[in-house]
């Protein structure tokens, strides 16, 4: 990801949500969506990235690891020190395995931090419900990524309560989205991934995570 945009401005505060259970949501449509792609081939690079499929995975369950360990850390100026990964050796359907168990730990973390709790981002200090949407984007654009790699013919779409609530939270500056185009797609423009009608790709961005 890249960014040198200015953060978003401050809106706001989202609807209330139940957040572990909207990441638990995106966990199974995207583990499911890759499983059923297990059997490719996952050296090729994944869409738009520099990253393989294999690597995108790897940085995947980083990220939701992560999340959660700065959640647990409340750190005020920087990342935390552990950083997880997937085993190079293992079969697919492991490392997905893998990926759940991360998802799983932000999920149970998310649940269980005060909501007055706040953690370090570079894109805003957040809290628990920013953490849980961090990691939903990443899982439904990285899926995205991956699957569009591996098959590019059959484009992959998740359900929009995830996607709505992940732009709510973090794109409080995302447009409407336009005739004939769900949540997801708004997602994919917010995050410099496609164009919409009347909106051109972006070539920078970034979410806002502070507390709405």
């Known amino acids: 990801m890249t960014t040198t945009a200015d953060p978003a401005p401050v809106t706001a505060a989202p609807p209330p949500a139940t957040w572990s259970g909207l990441l638990a949501t995106a966990t199974d449509i995207c583990l499911g969506a890759l499983l059923e792609r297990a059997g ?4 090729r690079p994944a869409h738009g990235l520099d990253w393989t499929c ?3 995975l790897d940085h995947l369950a980083l990220g939701l690891t992560g999340y959660a360990g700065l959640l647990i850390a409340r750190p005020t100026d920087r990342y935390i020190t552990l950083f997880a990964s997937l085993d190079p050796q293992a079969p697919l359907p492991a490392c ?3 990926l759940r168990i991360a998802a799983s730990l932000l999920g149970s973390t998310v649940r269980d931090t005060p909501s007055d709790v706040r ?10 419900s920013g953490f ?3 990691g939903i984007t990443e899982l439904l654009l990285h899926t995205y990524d991956i699957t569009r790699a591996l098959d590019p013919d059959s484009p992959w779409t998740p359900d929009d309560a995830p996607c709505a609530a992940a732009l709510t939270r973090l794109f409080p500056d995302a447009p409407e989205a336009p005739f004939g185009h769900g949540p997801f797609d708004v997602l994919l423009w917010c995050t410099g991934r496609t164009a919409l009608p009347g909106l051109p790709r972006r070539t920078a961005w ?7």
């Open 40 to 43: 490719q081939d996952w050296s």
């Open 54 to 56: 294999r690597e995108t």
């Open 96 to 98: 997905l395995e893998g």
């Open 119 to 128: 953690a370090w981002h570079l894109w805003g200090h957040s809290d628990a």
């Open 132 to 134: 849980a949407a961090m």
């Open 206 to 212: 970034q979410w806002d995570g502070r507390v709405r």
